[in-house]
């Protein structure tokens, strides 16, 4: 494996340049512990010591050392975190799974009843209505010639359950809504 190295005009910063990528998600600069929990490699490199800050790319490793510190000495160690941290093939960087709130799903689930879902009912006379969203139920009123139909629920279960729990994993079934 080769790393390239690049000095910079500061004379605490380095630049490493490995052949394989870091990151496939942006770019994160660690200066302490508390930002150090986000990547595995930033760690591993501010427990060999005199290290100020990491910025990871998905090409690029920048190191800043501390005053006191010696590249002489750190280079080598530098280097050789970094192989063996490729070697492991995990991402430099943890970005955490972004969270959907209720209120995302709940404009997602009415686009999509509004595009394609509604359209569709009031060909045949009827309308559908959201009424709730909890616990990854969707509750809907099906309106007008739709309400009495003997077929409500068939589409309600094939055809509105079915394309909703497409495009929206976080629904897991759609129910009639009785007041």
Not at 38 to 53: T, W, Y
Not at 138 to 152: H, M, R, S
């Amino acid at each position: 494996m080769l790393i390239q190295t690049q000095t910079t005009p500061d004379p605490d910063v380095i630049n490493f340049f490995p052949d394989s990528p870091l990151t496939g998600k942006g770019r994160a600069e660690f200066t302490d512990a508390k930002t150090m929990r986000k990547s595995p490699l930033a760690e591993q490199l501010f427990d060999l010591g005199g290290i100020a800050s990491v910025f990871i790319t998905s090409d690029m490793v920048s190191v800043t050392k501390t005053a006191s510190a010696s590249w002489d000495d750190l280079k080598p160690l530098i280097l050789a975190e970094i192989m063996d941290f490729l070697a492991t093939g995990t991402d430099a960087v943890i970005t955490p799974e972004p969270q959907t709130s209720d209120e995302d799903v709940i404009a997602k689930i009415t686009g999509l009843l509004n595009a394609r879902i509604r359209p569709a009912v009031k060909q045949d006379g009827g309308d559908i209505a959201f009424r709730k969203y909890e616990n990854g139920t969707v509750y809907v009123e099906l309106q007008g010639n739709c309400a009495g139909c003997p077929y409500a629920m068939i589409t309600l279960k094939e055809g509105v359950e079915k394309i909703l729990k497409t495009y929206i994993p976080e629904v897991k079934s759609v129910e009639n809504y009785e007041a």
